[in-house]
């Protein structure tokens, strides 16, 4: 299990690589929720989303030959983007492999950042090419299966403690769980009274597959969240879950993107889906615990474009 003292010790180690983001409260969201709200922006980090914590955490942990014989990371998305801008700005040659249904938007941002991109057929086969590529010597930057990636992560819990006022009630994306798992330790260590909810897209139930087995087992992911589409968790993250967050939570595509729309209009920031599915996750806590809940919400990420966001409007019939 992360301790604190790995949190604390990753928060000292990737300052001034990272930004402290913004922890405010949302008048907005209050009213659409009818409780109070505080949200963690951290969808205005480098890389527009929390991965460039972990990914940083990782690069400056790793010895010299680890660097020279450069990283590979598997990713639908925002773990690519970090790791491929994190690593240009350490002077580390990276690959990321990522399947052909992740944004077109992110596989640019990845080669722009100058890294190697390699697309395969999907996530599972993702994970299986880079599995490959780290037998044949380069360094795996693993998205979440990593007790220092999840450290990294958890530094986000720190800031969310330092600043916010009483919370009752925290929400958190899940795609591999290693946000959930660091956030987790960090806000149970310092406010052991708060419960920690997950949430997870219909489609993308890797968690909460494997809360219902007793341990990680394979999923098919189906949802158009691919940033959530891991093809299952990690031993690691399903312990920290297990042990520290109250429920996970799934909600259908349709309501997550219904939920970054509901940002847009009520907190003035631009989610993706896997930020908007914060909240109808967080209605159903709501629901759950009755009056005098004080929410917040780890608004995880942003990297989605306005024509994907259109698209989906007009799928699911959200005009």
């Not at 052991?192 to 219909?202: F, I, Q």
Request: charged share 20%; hydrophobic share 45%; net charge negative.
């Amino acid at each position: 299990m992360i301790g604190i003292s790995d949190i604390e010790a990753a928060a000292q180690q990737i300052a001034g690589h990272v930004v402290r983001t913004p922890t405010v409260p949302s008048p907005g969201l209050s009213e659409l929720l009818g409780a109070p709200v505080t949200a963690k922006l951290e969808l205005l980090q480098r890389t527009g989303s929390f991965k460039a914590r972990g990914a940083t955490a990782k690069l400056l942990s790793l010895s010299g030959a680890e660097r020279a014989a450069g990283v590979v990371a598997v990713s639908g998305g925002n773990h690519g983007i970090a790791l491929a801008v994190m690593a240009a700005a350490l002077h580390v040659k990276a690959t990321v492999v990522m399947p052909r249904t992740a944004p077109a938007r992110s596989i640019a941002l990845v080669e722009a950042a100058g890294a190697s991109v390699r697309l395969t057929d999907g996530m599972t086969s993702a994970f299986e090419l880079v599995n490959v590529l780290r037998d044949e010597g380069l360094t795996l930057v693993h998205p979440f299966d990593d007790p220092v990636v999840i450290a990294g992560q958890g530094t986000l819990g720190l800031e969310f403690d330092e600043d916010a006022d009483d919370l009752t009630d925290v929400v958190v994306s899940i795609g591999g769980g290693g946000l959930i798992a660091g956030v987790a330790a960090a806000l149970r260590a310092r406010r052991p009274d708060v419960r920690v909810w997950g949430v997870e897209t219909e489609g993308a139930q890797a968690m909460s597959e494997a809360l219902a087995a007793g341990g990680p087992v394979p999923v098919t992911g189906s949802s158009i969240v691919t940033t959530l589409s891991a093809p299952a968790v990690s031993r690691l993250t399903y312990d920290h879950t297990a042990a520290l967050v109250r429920e996970v939570l799934v909600v259908p595509d349709r309501e997550a993107v219904r939920g970054s729309l509901e940002f847009a209009e009520h907190a003035k920031v631009w989610t993706e889906p896997a930020a908007g599915c914060l909240l109808p996750a967080a209605r159903q806590v709501l629901e759950r615990v009755g009056d005098g809940a004080r929410i917040g919400l780890v608004v995880c990420g942003g990297n989605v474009t306005h024509r994907e966001i259109a698209e989906w409007t007009d799928r699911f019939g959200l005009g």
